[in-house]
């Protein structure tokens, strides 16, 4: 592993380096993600997923691909979708995060891989998903072209992520609010540095128009987004022509 110093913020790293010191971050903070998740988003980010898989037009049988799952909370909404008949597959690069997902899908398929670099045939999925993930990835328009390449024609990917509130009071609020919850929660578990990164992460985050622009370059049509919770949570998704 990359060791940072002191001086050069989580936030600021790129490339490899990105990829590395994110690696870490999340291997340190996994056995506690869920928690701070439910008080982050105060207990609305699993409706949020529901609605994310909804964008999707599963069928009983399908098979998905989560990218960056963590802890596994969307293979959850996933396997309603497909049913028992269906086929998911969970891939994230930190085992730890991977070790919390075991447990909420039994029958899913956990890969540990890079988002930017699938260990997968071109067209293998109906349908992918990427909750909170892909502002973490080393290069973001990598990921959209890799997320294209394995999905089935027609099928669609739906990326759910923290968001900037286009109304100045809001953000300003917001930002505010953000920060002085996420230091609290970096006291609470002990990782001040870690719940920064996630703070500052997602204040640098491209717009929404941004990534829409980069799904559309990777070949994505129909790309739409929609804002939830005063346009702190967006959700962009696209389909493979």
Not at 138 to 167: M, T, W, Y
């Amino acid at each position: 592993m990359i060791e940072l110093r002191q001086s050069t913020p989580l936030w600021e790293t790129e490339g490899e380096q990105k990829r590395e010191a994110v690696q870490s971050l999340f291997a340190r903070i996994a056995s506690d993600y869920d928690r701070a998740n439910r008080l982050l988003s105060f207990n609305r980010d699993r409706s949020w997923r529901n609605l994310a898989v909804q964008k999707l037009n599963l069928q009983p049988g399908d098979r998905a691909l989560d990218l960056c799952c963590g802890t596994g909370d969307f293979l959850l909404p996933l396997r309603q979708a497909v049913g028992t008949s269906g086929n998911l597959t969970g891939l994230d690069f930190c085992e730890p995060m991977l070790r919390q997902a075991s447990a909420k899908d039994e029958s899913s398929h956990l890969v540990l891989g890079d988002a930017t670099n699938l260990p997968f045939q071109a067209e293998e999925f109906h349908a992918i998903t990427i909750g909170w993930g892909i502002r973490n990835v080393p290069n973001i328009d990598q990921a959209h072209q890799e997320a294209f390449r394995v999905l089935k024609r027609g099928g669609r990917f739906v990326s759910l992520d923290c968001a900037e509130p286009r109304n100045s009071i809001i953000r300003v609020t917001t930002r505010f609010g953000r920060s002085a919850l996420t230091k609290l929660l970096g006291s609470a578990f002990h990782a001040r540095q870690e719940y920064s990164y996630l703070d500052e992460s997602s204040k640098r985050f491209r717009s929404r128009e941004e990534l829409a622009d980069s799904m559309r370059a990777a070949g994505f049509t129909s790309v739409q987004f929609q804002d939830l919770m005063l346009g702190n949570i967006c959700i962009h998704w696209g389909t493979k022509p």
